[in-house]
């Protein structure tokens, strides 16, 4: 079956760095997503792995190991504002997206 | 540019209703998503409609259906509501699908009574 699978919650402290992991399984791959998503509002685009490796964006970043079926997002001095669910999705072999249930970040000062 | 607007925001209904929602995508944008989102299961596709054809569709009854128009705007019906159909029903569209990011709208809360 398919299956997305990453941490319910994790806290972390104000300008430290997190690491959400995600591990994936689906019917064929074409690419992992990361959408953040704060409460009450519409989940917003963070990033799309479809090659093995590290992008960098900004504070954020996000790896992808596809013989290991593993996605991190990397956020780098965190600010309250990063409190919010992050949503990790993968693509199978039909362009359909494969949710994650979100892993809910909070931020302590 | 106009983001994805959905209406209604909110929606109160009672068991064995129907509901229609509706979803107007950013212009240009030629695909559009549906989504049921509920606490701690995360976003459940529902169906995607690229080019007024439904290109994709998740694991979900009958009772859910939806089309698109000419001008992409999209609707999405849900046939004799059930308690379990109480969510956040999120429209999201994007170019063309597939590889490409997907901008959501700020979502229908649907409650049934």
């Known amino acids: 079956g398919q299956n997305i699978d990453q941490p319910t919650e994790m806290t972390a402290t104000e300008g430290a760095i997190v690491q959400i992991n995600c591990t994936y399984q689906?019917?064929?791959?074409?690419?992992l997503f990361w959408y953040q998503q704060h409460a009450g509002e519409a989940p917003t685009f963070l990033s799309y792995n479809v090659l093995d490796g590290l992008e960098e964006k900004g504070r954020f970043s996000s790896f992808l190991s596809r013989s290991k079926g593993y996605s991190y997002l990397l956020l780098k001095e965190l600010q309250m504002k990063d409190s919010a669910s992050y949503l990790c999705a993968g693509m199978d072999s039909n362009y359909q997206l494969i949710w994650g249930a979100g892993t809910k970040l909070i931020i302590k000062p | 540019k106009a983001g994805v607007t959905q209406t209604p925001r909110y929606l109160i209904k009672t068991r064995g209703q129907q509901v229609t929602l509706s979803c107007s995508p950013i212009s240009g944008h030629r695909s559009v998503s549906w989504y049921q989102q509920t606490p701690g299961q995360g976003l459940q596709f529902l169906f995607e409609y690229f080019s007024e054809t439904q290109r994709n569709k998740g694991n979900f009854p009958g009772r859910f259906s939806g089309r698109q128009f000419s001008n992409s705007r999209s609707e999405m019906n849900v046939s004799t509501l059930e308690l379990g159909d109480s969510a956040l029903y999120l429209c999201?569209?994007?170019?063309?699908?597939?590889?490409?990011?997907?901008?959501f709208g700020p979502g229908t809360r649907l409650t049934v009574t």
């Open positions: 999201a569209s994007s170019l063309a699908g597939g590889m490409h990011e997907q901008y």
């Open positions: 689906t019917s064929g791959f074409n690419g």
